[in-house]
């Protein structure tokens, strides 16, 4: 089968229609979480789950004991380069974030080979994505930049993105998180991704839920159709 990568900021919705795409899409799909967040991850190595544990421990101890911080303790998050920064400790992150990503994408091809969709929850790309602008402006560690180059350029991309958009005025006013700025930088990251990737559909997130749920179903059944008829060229992209 293929793979379909499910992104939005938060308040797009997505979660809601991840959930109804997993309860009744009409192909068999499996979900699998390629995102950034260890604790989100249906699917990750111990080692990745050992290291989150000890950084969210950490950081509450800093924090005297604050668990509302833990889900803003990502991993994965880009440092600036650091005189203190230990190399050994710094290869070993990455080595381990390589063979986490690695392990995930293992098993999607293992769901496809079994002839499911695969729904990714987010995607590494994407979730990065503003990091790449915040690099741009500061001096970024080497492990940092290595991973940044395995996920453009060696990791499998999704065969499809499906981007739940909306202005980040409403997104604010669904959900009140971050700020309207914030996540106005975040959407132009993502567009500007999503204009370097194959198959980057956006899906009004302003709709009700069951038009948006219906229009990505319909996108999804669309380049499976293709797909099935070997109406997708080489590249991956549909014809017209």
């Given at each position: 089968m293929f793979t379909v990568a499910l992104i939005g900021l938060d308040g797009a919705g997505k979660t809601t229609i991840s959930d109804k795409l997993r309860e009744s899409f009409p192909l068999p799909m499996k979900y699998l979480y390629m995102g950034i967040n260890i604790d989100s991850s249906n699917v990750a190595l111990p080692t990745s789950r050992l290291a989150h544990a000890l950084k969210k421990y950490k950081q509450r101890k800093k924090h005297g004991g604050d668990k509302s911080l833990d889900s803003k303790?990502?991993?994965h998050q880009v440092r600036p380069k650091s005189k203190k920064s230990n190399p050994v400790r710094s290869a070993l992150r990455l080595l381990n974030?390589?063979?986490?990503e690695s392990y995930r994408q293992v098993v999607s091809w293992g769901y496809q080979l079994r002839g499911?969709?695969?729904l990714y929850d987010r995607h590494y790309l994407f979730d990065f994505a503003l990091i790449d602008l915040e690099?741009?402006?500061q001096k970024v560690r080497l492990s940092d930049r290595l991973h940044r180059w395995f996920i453009t350029r060696v990791l499998a991309?999704?065969?499809m993105v499906i981007f739940l958009d909306a202005p980040p005025e409403v997104l604010y006013a669904r959900k009140g998180e971050w700020s309207v700025e914030?996540?106005?930088?975040?959407r132009e990251a993502v567009l500007y991704q999503g204009e370097k990737t194959l198959n980057f559909i956006r899906v009004d997130a302003t709709q009700p839920v069951e038009k948006v749920y219906d229009d990505v179903c319909r996108n999804i059944l669309r380049f499976h159709e293709a797909?099935?008829?070997g109406k997708v060229h080489r590249n991956g992209k549909p014809e017209a």
């Open positions: 303790a990502l991993y974030r390589v063979a986490d499911n969709i695969v690099s741009k402006t991309r999704p065969d914030y996540l106005r930088e975040r797909k099935k008829s």
